[in-house]
C-alpha cells in the first residue's frame, strides 16, 4: 500500500554521554527510530511506515514498533549501527565514533517501496547509492537527511566532509535538511546561510531546511525564506534525535497541506519538547500546538 510518508534508514544502537550523563547509557537511534515514534504519538491521519535494516541485536526495537502499530520491514544484517555521541554543556555539539556499521539500502530492496514522500536518514556515507535516490524519485518525491553522506569514518572518528556524488544526488532530492554546520561543509564553507540555500536550490531542491539547533531554523522554497524561531525548553536533557524529530514535523505537517512556516513552526515545537528529555518525541499535538500558540499571533 502507498504511504505518504515512508522513512527509510538504518535503526541504531546509540551510546548517549552528556554532562548530565556522564557515565552514558544505551538506547536505540537512528532516523528511522526517531522519526518512527515522533509520527506516532501525531494523529494517524497520515499514512506512514518505515524500512530498516539491522543486526540481531535491534530487533526486539524493531518489534516495539511494530507492537505500537507501525507498518515496518526490517532486513536482517550481519550487524546494526553503532554510534557513539558525547555531547559537551553546549548540545549544539557533538562527538561521534562509529563503532559498528550495517547493510547499505538496494534497489532491490527497495522495489517494493511506494511512497508518495520517500525521506531518506542517512547515517553513513554508502547507506544510499546514487542509483537508488534516482530509482526512489522516479517513484515519489524524495526527502534527503544529508548528516551520512557528509560523514567520513577514520578508524572510529566521524570527520565532516562533502562527498563526490552531492550534484547527482540533490539533483533528484525534494527537500533537504541540512543543519548549520552540514551546510558550511555541503557549500564550500559559504557563511551567509541565504547564499549557501539559494546555491543549494540551483542544484535542484525544492526546500531547503537549515536547523539551527538552539537558534531555530530557516527555510528557503525557492522564492523566500521563513525564519523559524527556536522555542525554549523548559529543560535541556539530550538533544540526540532533534533533527529528525524536526523531519518528522515537518514531513507530517506538509503532507497535511501546511505552508512551509506552518510546518516549520510545528516541527520546531516538537523539538522543544523532544529536548527536556532522553530518547524519542513523546508528546502529542496538543502540547505541540499550545507551545506554537503561545509564541505567536497567528497560530496553526
Known sequence: MKKDILCIGH?????IITPALPQGVDCAGGTAFYVAWAMQH???DVSFGVITATGDDLKHE???LRQAGIDITNFSSPSSVYFENSYGRNMNNRRQRVMSKASPFTIEKLS?????????GTLL??????????YLASKGRVCVDVQGYLREVRGQRVYAVDWPDKLRVLKHTDILKVNEHEIDVLTDGERDLQRAARLIAKWGVREVLVTLGSYGSIIY??????????YAPRQVVDA??????YAAGYLYARARGASCEEAGRLAAAMCTLKLEHTGPFDSNIEEVLNIVRSHTDDPL
Request: net charge negative; hydrophobic share 30%; aromatic share 8%.
Open 11 to 15: 535503526i541504531t544502537h546509540d551510546r
Open 42 to 44: 501525531l494523529p494517524h
Open 62 to 64: 524493531v518489534e516495539k
Open 112 to 120: 517494493q517501496a511506494e511512497a508518495e514522500v520517500f525521506h531518506l
Open 125 to 134: 556515507q554508502d547507506d544510499f547509492s546514487p542509483e537508488v535516490v534516482e
Open 221 to 230: 522554497d525557492g522564492d523566500r525564506f521563513y525564519e523559524i524561531p527556536g
Open 240 to 245: 540526540t534525535g532533534c533533527g529528525d524529530t
